[in-house]
């Protein structure tokens, strides 16, 4: 095929550069040009072909007395050299890419295994499970893993202080080098207690940290407390309780709490729902203000999730100088994932507006929301409707009787006094304080009795249970419906072959693809307008 239509948009160029070579090194329709975007590995020219127009040429050489005029050169791309060497440096991975921790053992052991062993860094969801179950996956994680990365997550836990601290010293016990910190709105000693433990210094000066926190953040006031050393006081503190040494206090004052700083942006589960390409570009600013005042030895990095689920979404966040992706809602959706096969069903057929704001089960009082899936489940309203009643009344008495009857009958399934002695049951055995405080403040007590639901509706889901699929609490964003749409028709549309590998394998690659495409349509005209698309090809290599 002729591409006449195409021209080189350098025209000045096209007098001193030209290519040189072998006609069997050039590829001019449209069919070959796609293969050699595709063929990453390799290096092409952009030249102008007398008789096929715009054509890409491989080997060879440019010379003042080329044969061909040349605009420039589309590089190899490897998916590996996308985002930061440091990153990958740091946490033994092959690629800039991390999959984000999803609670309830969501991301699973299996999960966490299968992206590990292909080097991708992936998140253990710890929050929301007993510590015994941390431990087990811990244990399991160590053994299937030996030189492969992964992290856990610390998810902040301002009602249950202790379950925090017990969590990092569990951490701190079986070496974990990594922690995903979500939902932190200030700095806790048990933040600071990981990160401070791990430090030395080598001969040269240089600090050694051991425990790396990628800290997820939306807020500008969180991230600033996060990209600065830890506070003296705690860190004092952390000496005086014999946790600490006195060189670690010193050396704690010379890195940043966290040396990766994860831009959330509009997510599933606790977001702001702020656009990534507004976030990321502000988080970044105060990133560099903050290196620049501090002159850390290692660069603070920055990183993107939110909305990630698509080539041309990995590709953004890296061209906006993300030094890594995070994903979550994809992976939710595969099958490593520990969810139920009824909710990654409801998952692939979500549309990008099929997600819903509504109030978060482990910060109900403060009013905290989270992004869920509003398809085929009817908690969102439900949940809202919880929170105005908690909002109206001052306890579970002031509810009018139909009110009452009408969400013990419909949302709870039980009587409220019930309820009540459920979670009077498990308190006790978790963390009794509750109750303390619930039985001489009725208002206390409502919340408690309001987030039965909230937290059974999650556990609901991912056991699957049919009779309770109108409650299901699916933490979902918009990046789903993006995800179902890029891979309509492909092998990826159907749950059954939704591996984590496989979709993180094509959002990278994609993205590469997606970069060489972007670049020949810079350096010649009109190429990308019919094939702006990377094609999913199901392959073996994955
Ligand atoms: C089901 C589910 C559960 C999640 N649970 C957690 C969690 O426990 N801790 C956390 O830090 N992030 C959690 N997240 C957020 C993800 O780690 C990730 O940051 C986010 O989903 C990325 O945005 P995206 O959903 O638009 O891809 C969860 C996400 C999902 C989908």
Redesign the pocket.
Known sequence: MINNSLCLKTNSIETSLRWKGSDEQIATNRMQIERCLHDLNTSFHVIKHRDYGIALASGGEVLPTGDYPCSGLIPALKPEWLGSDEFKKDHNTNYAYQ??????G??SVDLVTALARKGYLA?F????LPLARVEEAIVKLQANLTNAPYAF?L?HSPSEPQLERECVELYLKYGIKTL????FMNLTPNLVYYRAAGLSQNSDGQIIAKNHIIA?ISRREVAELLMKPAPEKMLRDLVMQGKITEEQAALACKVPVAGDI?V????????DNRPLVCLLPFIQEIRDRIQSEYQYQKNIRVGA?????TPNAVLAAFMMGADYV???????ACLE?G?SETVKASLAQADIADVAMTPAGDMFEMGVKV?VLKRGTLYAMRAQKLYDMYREYNSIDEIPAVERQKIEKEFFQKDLDSVWNETVAYFEKRDPNQINRAINNPKKKMALIFKWYLGKS?RWASAGMQERKPDYQ???????GAFNEWTRGSYLEKPENRHVVDVAYHLMRGAAYLFRLRLLNMLSVNYATHHGTYKIINSITI
């Open positions: 999959a984000g921790a999803m609670a309830n969501i991301s998140c969801g710890a929050a929301g997550n998810i995903e910190a979500s939902a997820k994860t959330e942006a509009d997510s599933a589960g606790h977001t999730a939110g909305g990630i689920s995070v994903t979550g809602s994809v992976n939710q994932s969810t992004q999650s699916v933490w979902c964003g918009p990046a789903m």
